[in-house]
């Protein structure tokens, strides 16, 4: 409906404001409440994590809560974490800078580069013993009201063609923010699918979380 202004004649009339069109979209991650294609995904709750063959998923717990979760392919890792971001702004730009201090302070090395999800951290950052320096790429993604970082480590965090299956995981990944009240960074709850609660509940909690270590996990083989 247009409405005319006093005085204003027909050919005056101003168009009424609209938003301007979303860009359509090749590939995630997806938010749960737009179109996104369909796949085989874990259900974590706040995230739906795409799997495939040869795949094992691990959940990273902290006390009774789910963090995280790992993937892991041959001789590469992903780890992703989402959370809350407000609704107009995103938080990469200030989450890589605090990852950049981090690693600084932890004796490791960070630059910058563009990748596919935008700019991203190449690093490298000490291993667990003391035992020299990892490569590891720092990626972040900044959704509707929320943001998932990923990082990949081991092969793919140097190799392009091992890279590439991470990298296809992270473009299926399905965020389900949720719409209840959150604060910025505040994590985005995960929950335990039912087929894998048994076998988390049999398994001690570790003393510390290691990427290679095989521990509590939905395993995907063909």
């Known amino acids: 409906m247009f409405r005319r202004r006093r005085g204003a004649t027909a050919e005056s009339v101003a168009p009424p404001e609209t938003e301007p069109a979303a860009p359509v979209r090749e590939s995630g991650p997806w938010d749960a409440d737009e179109g996104f294609p369909t796949a085989e995904r874990v259900d974590l709750g706040g995230l739906l994590l795409p799997i495939g063959a040869g795949f094992e998923v691990q959940l990273q717990v902290a006390g009774d809560q789910i963090i995280g979760a790992l993937v892991l392919v041959e001789e590469s890792a ?25 690693v600084g302070v932890a004796g490791g090395t960070v630059e910058e580069r563009e990748g596919p999800f935008g700019t991203e951290l190449s690093a490298k950052v000490p291993q667990q013993g003391g035992d020299g320096l990892q490569p590891v790429r720092y990626l972040g993604i900044d959704g509707p009201r929320w943001f998932l970082r990923a990082v990949v480590s081991g092969r793919a965090a140097v190799d392009s063609s091992a890279a ?10 399905v965020v389900v923010r949720g719409d209840e009240p959150m604060a ?8 335990l699918p039912a087929e894998a609660r048994q076998a988390m509940e049999q398994e001690p909690e570790p003393e510390y979380y290691n990427p290679f270590e095989r521990g509590p996990e939905i395993t995907e083989i063909r």
Do not use: N
């Open 164 to 173: 590439a299956t991470l990298e296809d995981v992270i473009k299926d990944i």
């Open 78 to 102: 992903l780890q992703v974490h989402a959370f809350a971001a407000p609704k107009r702004s995103g938080i990469w730009d200030e989450v890589r800078a605090e990852l950049v201090r981090e």
């Open 184 to 191: 910025p960074k505040e994590p985005i709850a995960l929950r």
